[in-house]
């Protein structure tokens, strides 16, 4: 036990600096936060539900409103109605193609579970509907390659970047890179929508993606943007108009966004969202931790140990089935729900591999809490995510410990 401890504050002594920008960021964007619930007069009436059509809902229409504000956006869409990341980016593609339209993604394949909304076979896929996709892959390095990007631009409608790794072997990718890939976009002639799936990356750094150009971000409220508290939910920020065309696919072209009740009220997506500076920021310190661990036993990471991360996941390679499984397992036992369980991999819908998922989550598979998983093939990558506090991150890193010592 001693020797572990030991080696727990060797790794937080290196890290001494980093946790000190986290805390600097964490409090830019609480800043931001708290700015845009005083700029939209948030009550406690805003907490209320409604049943029914909920027109004049406004609690459900002030909460997009903090969210776009916080985010730098015209407009934004917050909804529990949106089940999870995929479905929150597969409204957002139907409401803005068309059939005959093309969706180029320029930051390689997108995440597993999106891949059927896009081109699925019968399955009521963008595909089916008449949409076209193609995809630059990423260059050597894991970055945009942009003379492919430049090849394919001419025939694109939307451009998709994905911002996180998925389960890809590469870095997120920082705002910085998203504003230049943007600004590569638009200088060839590029004037349609650029969308960006915005999942695990909210408040890890001081901007958004369309505070650098972006005119769509999505992602999931059991992810940063709720805070530990969301119990489920998505959002959709960006341009008015734009989020006008997504708003009528959300619920019906006649429609709009006049309608949409929730009649168990919105106090925790306002609180997690107050709440979201402070949490990515104590998840981020976890990835931390467990990056400098890892390293120090010889395994590689990614981002590498040491660097300050870009998103909120963590891939590390284990090169060994059994070493990756039995890591996942760890995090599990350190769990506050199901710390009981041994995770097995097993076919999750959506997936093209074998999966094994430890969330031992009050929220069911909320990846800002302390999670892990992975699909089981070479070369056995772990990916670690979430943290609502970092002395659960250490805890857990304790128990890994005990098992990889």
């Known amino acids: 036990m001693t020797d572990k401890i030991g080696y727990i504050k060797e790794c937080e002594k290196k890290l001494k600096g980093l946790f000190a920008e986290i805390d600097e960021t964490a409090f830019f964007n609480q800043s931001k936060v708290c700015e845009a619930f005083a700029h939209n007069r948030i009550a406690e009436r805003h907490f209320a539900g409604t049943t029914g059509y909920g027109y004049g809902d406004e609690g459900r229409d002030s909460l997009g409103a903090v969210f776009a504000e916080a985010f730098g956006a015209e407009a934004g869409i917050v909804s529990p109605h949106m089940l999870s990341g995929t479905h929150a980016l597969t409204v957002a593609l139907f409401g803005l193609l068309r059939p005959g339209d093309t969706l180029l993604c320029i930051s390689g394949m997108p995440y597993d579970t999106i891949r059927g909304v896009i081109y699925g076979d019968g399955n009521g896929s963008l595909k089916d509907f008449g949409i076209k996709f193609a995809c630059t892959d990423l260059d050597g390095g894991g970055k945009f390659d942009r003379d492919a990007i430049a090849r394919k631009l001419g025939g694109a409608t939307v451009v998709y970047i994905q911002r996180s790794r998925g389960y890809e072997l590469r870095d997120a990718f920082s705002i910085d890179e998203i504003g230049e890939i943007i600004s590569f976009v638009r200088a060839n002639g590029f004037n349609g929508c650029i969308f960006v799936d915005n999942c695990y990356g909210e408040f890890v750094e001081k901007r958004e993606p369309v505070q650098v150009g972006a005119d769509i971000i999505v992602g999931s409220l059991i992810k940063n943007p709720g805070g530990g508290l969301a119990q489920t939910g998505g959002y959709i920020c960006g341009r008015a108009g734009y989020i006008d065309m997504i708003g009528k696919r959300l619920t019906a072209p006649s429609i709009g966004l006049e309608v949409g009740s929730h009649a168990a009220g919105y106090q925790y997506y306002y609180q997690g969202f107050f709440l979201a500076p402070h949490t990515v920021a104590q998840a981020l310190k976890c990835s931390l931790l467990i990056g400098e661990a890892m390293a120090g036993l ?57 999966i094994i998922m430890a969330a031992g989550t009050f929220v069911s598979g909320a990846s800002i809490e302390l999670s892990a998983d992975g699909p089981v093939k070479p070369p056995y990558i772990a990916y670690f995510q979430g943290g609502l506090t970092y002395e659960h991150g250490r805890y857990a890193l304790m128990k890994i410990l005990d098992k990889l010592m």
Do not use: H
């Open 298 to 354: 010889g395994y590689r990471n990614y981002p590498a140990a040491g660097e300050l991360p870009r998103d909120l996941t963590r891939a590390i390679e284990f090169g060994d089935a059994d070493k990756m499984v039995n890591f996942i397992r760890e995090v599990q036992y350190a769990s506050p729900v199901d710390g009981f369980v041994t995770c097995e991999p097993w076919d999750m819908p959506g997936y093209d591999d074998r």
